[in-house]
């Protein structure tokens, strides 16, 4: 059974970066693509990113597009979520997610696998 354990949340100030780590265990890692969803207090899970099967190719939410990158260590079964400029409403716990899907999707019912969640707070 896999499992996906987020880290790297925390307090941050606005125009700051941070850097997410998903780490996978279990089976084949590079044959899933990994998203990235976030959740705030009050709102619908949102998506942020995804990668296709060995990061060949991303896709981005319109809220974090140009900000925030995907990328992924296949051999130690990682895949980082890269979040710069820092905004307010960034705020959020930030889920990572696995598919069988090759290509990355948008929709989090392509998802079968999550992790527990990191809350991401930024301050103006």
Known sequence: QVQLVESGGGLVQAGDSLRLACAASGRTFSR????????????EREFVGADSWSGGSTSYGDSVK?????FRD?????VYLQMNSLKPEDTAVYYCAGS???EPRQNEFFYHLW????????SS
Not at 32 to 43: C, D, H, I, L, V
Not at 115 to 122: D, E, F, K, R, S
């Open 100 to 102: 069988e899907y090759r």
């Open 74 to 78: 296949d051999a130690k079964n990682t």
């Open 32 to 43: 899933y693509s990994m998203g990235w969803f976030r959740q705030a207090p009050g709102k």
């Open 66 to 70: 140009g900000r925030f990158t995907i």
């Open 115 to 122: 992790g527990q969640g990191t809350q991401v707070t930024v």
